[in-house]
């Protein structure tokens, strides 16, 4: 609209114009180098617009004659940069198809109209990936890193190629020069976090979680942040026991619920003779997530007190999650501990119909501890060989004792989850306090799934505790292991077939315990 305003307005100037000067006439004489001319003025404007139409054709005409080796090479160029294009789509589509051929076919195509472009350069890495001529793909990729606009992009697929050969060194020197490129990389800052957190360099770890913080946002700012601290303060537990604390405290302020931290805060508080803060901080992670831990460094918060004196405060603390089973263990523990045999069962009761792994151990001490009956202690320690698991901190098929910031599959950070290691295990009935004894059966060895590589058994320890070894095949960080799931028969082999137990399980190696869920 505005466009025909702008147009009607000059139209209308000219047309004034010129009824403006058809109104007004008169002469006009050039005189120059003897020559005379006489005209009007009408006519005088008329040849002046004339001339000066010829005059910008004429320069049009020459313009595009000088230019027409541009034009050319800009049409040519042109039409090749759509033929490219075109041949970079099918490439690209036929990788996404997994059509290795047709996306072979593409990448020639593409490579000899537009070899140096970013696109064409890509469509050579995948296609090469899909092919699996890793050679290829690693070619192109340095192609890629060696360039300033494809760089990060190289350096992705590098890392890639280099994590598919396990070459976790390269991986490493890719993710941090990409993380050094570029701070809002995601996958080189994580990369780059979990090698330096396998590594034990959590003060380098720390550092570059504050370069990426607003990319995790709060909450996984401050959870990451806090399994850091936490792990910094186990390494400087020995060493430097005033920065350990301060470290947890900081931990547990950033993550409250985080069980190792609160449990190695509380215990440092307990012993710099800070108990009533020690025991805040033990409670509130309780509440969120009961643990043995925490029972543990609760029932320690204050030093040189009687068995009875932490059997009340474990009482105390198991009322602030009620019905939880880890309450009833504490509780039961320490009552065994302070010889207050009745709350013992009391504590135990509601939990014998399925009793896990822990429930029937601590059976067996109270039969020693309250009647030294040996007989129903090893029925209660035969039951605990088929007994439910109890939860144990697990991760990506690895069981460990304690907690661990990192996992020893593949370094992933936090990865470790208080939690039942095996699924579909059936609970053994049973032992009723005053029941008649059950009969022995025929003696038989624990059995366990083993998978290639993998050996372990269970024993029963000599204070009764029980011990599961396995020695795991070195995990792959490229493809998963499968899924095999445990099933044990719940039976019960009574007395004399803890004996047959013992005797395999000396014959099994300790260490980490490999299972499959």
């Given at each position: 609209?505005?466009?025909?305003?702008?147009?009607?307005?000059?139209?209308?100037?000219?047309?004034?114009?010129?009824?403006?000067?058809?109104?007004?006439?008169?002469?006009?004489?050039?005189?120059?180098?003897?020559?005379?001319?006489?005209?009007?003025?009408?006519?005088?404007?008329?040849?002046?617009?004339?001339?000066?139409?010829?005059?910008?054709?004429?320069?049009?005409?020459?313009?595009?004659?000088?230019?027409?080796?541009?034009?050319?090479?800009?049409?040519?160029?042109?039409?090749?940069?759509?033929?490219?294009?075109?041949?970079?789509?099918?490439?690209?589509?036929?990788?996404?198809?997994?059509?290795?051929?047709?996306?072979?076919?593409?990448?020639?195509?593409?490579?000899?109209?537009?070899?140096?472009?970013?696109?064409?350069?890509?469509?050579?890495?995948?296609?090469?990936?899909?092919?699996?001529?890793?050679?290829?793909?690693?070619?192109?990729?340095?192609?890629?890193?060696?360039?300033?606009?494809?760089?990060?992009?190289?350096?992705?697929?590098?890392?890639?190629?280099?994590?598919?050969?396990?070459?976790?060194?390269?991986?490493?020197?890719?993710?941090?020069?990409?993380?050094?490129?570029?701070?809002?990389?995601?996958?080189?800052?994580?990369?780059?976090?979990?090698?330096?957190?396998?590594?034990?360099?959590?003060?380098?770890?720390?550092?570059?979680?504050?370069?990426?913080?607003?990319?995790?946002?709060?909450?996984?700012?401050?959870?990451?942040?806090?399994?850091?601290?936490?792990?910094?303060?186990?390494?400087?537990?020995?060493?430097?026991?005033?920065?350990?604390?301060?470290f947890a405290l900081e931990a547990v302020k950033l993550s409250p619920t985080l069980v190792p931290a609160a449990a190695l805060a509380?215990?440092?508080?307990?012993?710099?003779?800070?108990?009533?803060?020690?025991?805040?901080?033990?409670?509130?992670?309780?509440?969120?997530?009961?643990?043995?831990?925490?029972?543990?460094?609760?029932?320690?918060?204050?030093?040189?007190?009687?068995?009875?004196?932490?059997?009340?405060?474990?009482?105390?603390?198991?009322?602030?999650?009620?019905?939880?089973?880890?309450?009833?263990?504490?509780?039961?523990?320490?009552?065994?501990?302070?010889?207050?045999?009745?709350?013992?069962?009391?504590?135990?009761?509601?939990?014998?119909?399925?009793?896990?792994?822990?429930?029937?151990?601590?059976?067996?001490?109270?039969?020693?501890?309250?009647?030294?009956?040996?007989?129903?202690?090893?029925?209660?320690?035969?039951?605990?060989?088929?007994?439910?698991?109890?939860?144990?901190?697990?991760?990506?098929?690895?069981?460990?004792?304690?907690?661990?910031?990192?996992?020893?599959?593949?370094?992933?950070?936090?990865?470790?989850?208080?939690?039942?290691?095996?699924?579909?295990?059936?609970?053994?009935?049973?032992?009723?306090?005053?029941?008649?004894?059950?009969?022995?059966?025929?003696?038989?060895?624990?059995?366990?799934?083993?998978?290639?590589?993998?050996?372990?058994?269970?024993?029963?320890?000599?204070?009764?505790?029980?011990?599961?070894?396995?020695?795991?095949a070195k995990p792959s960080p490229l493809k998963p292991e499968p899924v095999i799931p445990l099933v044990h028969a719940p039976d019960?082999?009574?007395?004399?077939?803890?004996?047959?137990?013992?005797?395999?399980?000396?014959?099994?190696?300790?260490?980490?315990?490999?299972?499959?869920?």
């Open positions: 609209m505005i466009r025909v305003a702008v147009y009607l307005i000059v139209v209308g100037a000219l047309a004034f114009g010129a009824a403006w000067l058809a109104d007004r006439p008169g002469e006009v004489v050039v005189t120059w180098q003897g020559w005379r001319l006489e005209t009007s003025l009408m006519v005088l404007v008329a040849a002046l617009l004339a001339a000066l139409a010829a005059l910008v054709l004429i320069w049009s005409l020459l313009r595009l004659l000088l230019r027409s080796p541009f034009l050319l090479r800009t049409l040519l160029r042109n039409r090749r940069g759509e033929r490219a294009y075109a041949a970079i789509s099918r490439g690209l589509i036929a990788v996404g198809a997994g059509d290795a051929d047709a996306a072979r076919k593409s990448t020639l195509e593409a490579n000899r109209i537009a070899p140096a472009e970013p696109l064409a350069l890509l469509l050579s890495a995948q296609s090469a990936q899909l092919a699996g001529d890793r050679e290829a793909a690693d070619r192109a990729f340095r192609a890629m890193a060696g360039r300033a606009d494809t760089k990060t992009l190289g350096l992705h697929g590098l890392f890639i190629e280099a994590h598919r050969r396990n070459d976790i060194v390269s991986a490493r020197a890719y993710a941090e020069e990409a993380a050094r490129v570029s701070a809002t990389l995601g996958w080189a800052g994580r990369a780059v976090l979990e090698f330096r957190s396998a590594t034990g360099d959590w003060a380098g770890a720390l550092a570059l979680l504050e370069r990426h913080r607003r990319a995790l946002g709060k909450d996984g700012y401050q959870r990451q942040r806090a399994v850091m601290l936490t792990a910094r303060a186990l390494a400087a537990e020995e060493a430097d026991r005033d920065n350990a604390k301060a509380g215990r440092l508080l307990a012993e710099g003779g800070d108990p009533r803060k020690a025991a805040r901080v033990i409670e509130k992670a309780w509440r969120a997530n009961p643990h043995p831990e925490l029972a543990q460094a609760y029932a320690d918060v204050r030093l040189g007190d009687t068995a009875r004196d932490r059997l009340k405060r474990i009482e105390a603390l198991a009322k602030k999650a009620p019905g939880h089973i880890e309450g009833a263990l504490a509780t039961a523990r320490a009552a065994i501990d302070a010889h207050e045999f009745g709350k013992a069962r009391a504590a135990l009761a509601s939990h014998l119909k399925a009793p896990t792994r822990r429930i029937a151990l601590l059976m067996a001490a109270l039969e020693r501890a309250e009647r030294n009956d040996e007989g129903r202690a090893r029925e209660w320690m035969a039951r605990a060989l088929n007994a439910a698991p109890d939860p144990a901190w697990t991760a990506d098929g690895h069981v460990s004792d304690r907690w661990l910031p990192v996992s020893p599959a593949n370094g992933r950070l936090d990865a470790f989850e208080w939690r039942v290691p095996v699924t579909g295990i059936a609970p053994a009935p049973a032992i009723e306090p005053e029941a008649t004894p059950l009969p022995v059966a025929p003696a038989r060895p624990a059995e366990s799934a083993q998978s290639p590589g993998q050996q372990g058994g269970t024993s029963l320890e000599a204070d009764g505790s029980l011990s599961r070894s396995r020695r795991p019960d082999p009574g007395p004399e077939a803890v004996e047959a137990d013992e005797a395999h399980a000396e014959t099994q190696d300790g260490g980490w315990r490999k299972i499959f869920e």
